[in-house]
């Protein structure tokens, strides 16, 4: 799919020699989840500033603190009366988060129908489910009391509900406009990393067709219209959980920041993003009951993928690609397995994009320069980046999260090749998957 719009704005750049990339829609007005933007690269075949346009408005409320739960019964009255309410095991019945919710529906006078059960990669079958229940029920509302997980499910399920024809192959496969009526979402977060809460992305597994594929819809039609995030709710969550979203957190901020040569005053917010998500991960794996550490946690990955840092940025995204296949044949952890590739995928391209490595290195692991390259600048840096996984207590092989190694050419093979620097192969991905074994 072609993004003309882009395509048109950068048709007589002289001197340079356009190329097409696959990307998620992040930064400008298009609506198209993935697209081909041309990169423009400079004599060395680096791929150097698109300095892009943009129209930003998001339009989620976040009531955010310890008593960001006194704004749901306001918010639900400006709501139809039926509600559907989305959610995963039984973790919210655990902390006592279930009944605060039923008993404020109830107090509001709402029809509430559940779908429970979401998984931690949410499946199309439980999307149909929840589309039938939206259709039969006349739902006014989904409410999404979860993680990432729980608001990607409700999210596609708001797209679906009244889609005509199929809505995985139309809206995830083919990335085509929504034309159907859209059910508001709305959030109560209970487990942070996606930013879901504050954006249009649903990711879903089609588990029969083994495709884990991510859409971002546009803001104004996912986006919750209200997010509830309250960082003592994050505290059951268990440690591999934990650090499983903080490296998600961490990879959304990568994943952004390597892409361009300008000076871009996102990349300068995202490293402060960073540098607080690795002051806060530190505090919170010593003490999971940290609030200021937990709600820095919560708030870096909110503001992570909110789209405010990716603005003017043509971003990378190839780990996420990577992770997704891996996550579609094993069911692993997201964050967990995009530690795994991380390492070995930034050893991989990172002379492709030096300079930003070795901005990396410095501004983030306060990597010493004198007396180095800037290919030993930039290796230390990742390597830091390695020692950080390491100490969060994170599996650094694919075998333990279930991979085979028959497996490993499937992944490849199925992953949708992108990137902020350079573009890698099938055969290059096999060789970053490869080194993750
Ligand atoms: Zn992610």
């Known amino acids: 799919?072609?993004?003309?719009?882009?395509?048109?704005?950068?048709?007589?750049?002289?001197?340079?020699?356009?190329?097409?990339?696959?990307?998620?829609?992040?930064?400008?007005?298009?609506?198209?989840?993935?697209?081909?933007?041309?990169?423009?690269?400079n004599k060395q075949n680096t791929i150097i500033a698109m300095n892009l346009d943009f129209t930003f408005q998001n339009?989620?409320?976040?009531?955010?603190?310890?008593?960001?739960m006194n704004h749901l019964a306001d918010e639900l009255k400006k709501f139809g009366p039926n509600i559907l309410l989305v959610y995963g095991k039984n973790s919210i019945k655990k902390m006592?988060?279930?009944?605060?919710?039923?008993?404020t529906l109830k107090e509001c006078g709402k029809n509430v129908v559940e779908l429970p059960g979401i998984n931690s990669n949410p499946r199309y079958s439980q999307l149909l489910e929840g589309a039938r229940l939206v259709r039969e029920h006349h739902v006014d509302l989904i409410l999404a009391v979860g993680g990432g997980s729980v608001i990607d499910c409700s999210k596609g399920i708001a797209m679906s509900a009244y889609c005509e024809g199929d809505p995985w192959t139309r809206y995830w496969e083919n990335g085509e406009d929504v034309d159907n009526p859209v059910v508001p979402v709305a959030s109560i977060l209970t487990m942070t990393g996606t930013a879901s809460e504050m954006n249009g992305g649903s990711v879903i597994t089609h588990e029969d067709k083994k495709l884990k594929l991510g859409r971002v819809f546009p803001l104004e039609l996912a986006s919750p219209k209200f997010s509830?995030?309250?960082?003592?709710?994050?505290?059951?969550?268990?440690?591999?959980?934990?650090v499983s979203g903080i490296f998600d957190?961490?990879?959304?901020?990568?994943?952004?920041?390597?892409?361009?040569?300008?000076?871009?005053?996102?990349?300068?917010?995202?490293?402060?993003?960073?540098l607080a998500l690795i002051s806060?991960?530190?505090?919170?794996?010593?003490?999971?009951?940290?609030?200021?550490?937990?709600?820095?946690?919560?708030?870096?990955?909110?503001?992570?993928?909110?789209?405010?840092?990716?603005?003017?940025k043509t971003q990378d995204w190839e780990v996420h690609m990577i992770e997704h296949q891996l996550g579609a044949y094993t069911d692993c952890a997201h964050g967990i397995g995009l530690a795994i590739i991380s390492v070995p995928y930034y050893r991989h391209i990172y002379k492709y994009g030096l300079h930003r490595f070795v901005r990396y290195a410095q501004n983030i692991w306060h990597v010493a320069p004198e007396d180095k390259t800037d290919e030993q600048i930039a290796?230390?840096?990742?390597?830091?980046?390695?020692?950080?996984?390491?100490?969060?207590?994170?599996?650094?092989?694919?075998?333990?999260?279930?991979?085979?190694?028959?497996?490993?050419?499937?992944?490849?093979?199925s992953t949708v090749k992108c990137g902020g620097y350079h573009v890698p192969t099938t055969g290059e991905v096999l060789e970053i998957l490869k080194a993750c074994y």
């Open 228 to 242: 509830i995030l309250n960082p003592e709710f994050t505290y059951s969550v268990p440690k591999y959980q934990m």
């Open 280 to 312: 806060a991960a530190r505090k919170a794996i010593v003490n999971q009951e940290d609030y200021e550490a937990r709600s820095n946690i919560m708030w870096c990955a909110t503001m992570g993928l909110n789209k405010i840092l990716a603005l003017s």
């Open 379 to 413: 290796l230390e840096g990742i390597q830091a980046l390695g020692d950080f996984i390491a100490e969060m207590g994170i599996p650094q092989t694919l075998r333990e999260v279930g991979a085979t190694e028959e497996m490993l050419p499937l992944i490849a093979e």
């Open 1 to 41: 799919m072609v993004c003309k719009k882009t395509v048109q704005r950068y048709k007589n750049v002289e001197h340079q020699k356009l190329t097409g990339n696959l990307y998620f829609c992040a930064m400008n007005n298009c609506r198209d989840v993935k697209f081909y933007v041309p990169t423009i690269r």
């Open 59 to 68: 339009p989620t409320r976040i009531h955010f603190g310890r008593s960001a």
């Open 96 to 103: 006592g988060l279930y009944d605060q919710v039923i008993r």
């Open 249 to 274: 957190i961490f990879s959304h901020l990568m994943e952004q920041y390597f892409s361009g040569d300008d000076d871009c005053v996102s990349d300068y917010l995202l490293e402060g993003d960073m």
